[in-house]
């Protein structure tokens, strides 16, 4: 499984939708960002610190086809990146964040 971190206001416009289209970062990028399960705890802390109301995505990258590709970005590592909108019906799985818990400590305990 891969996993997208993301304000719960953005999931929730993206199930009404039907699909995610990524946030503003994602959008000035041209892909959305993924990360790998040995990635997340780095990039909620370093991306999301001090942030509030997140949910956590699980998403099947089975479900995506070739728009999903492993990219070098932070540090030389492979990331993945989907090169178009994310459909709600990857994700497998979606919880809300502690908002007392900082991300990077929310998320270790999310994906054990």
Known sequence: MIYKLLPTTEWDD???AGRLNGT???RQDGFIHLSAADQLVETARRHFTGATG???LTVDP????DRLRWEPS???ERFPH????LPVAAVVE????PADVPAGDAV???IG
Do not use: F, I, K
Request: proline share 4%; glycine share 14%; charged share 20%.
């Open 14 to 16: 993206a199930r009404a």
């Open 24 to 26: 503003a970062v994602d």
């Open 54 to 56: 997140l949910t956590l």
């Open 62 to 65: 089975a479900r995506l086809g």
């Open 74 to 76: 932070r540090g030389g």
């Open 82 to 85: 989907l090169y178009g909108p």
């Open 94 to 97: 979606a919880r809300a964040l």
């Open 108 to 110: 270790a305990e999310l």
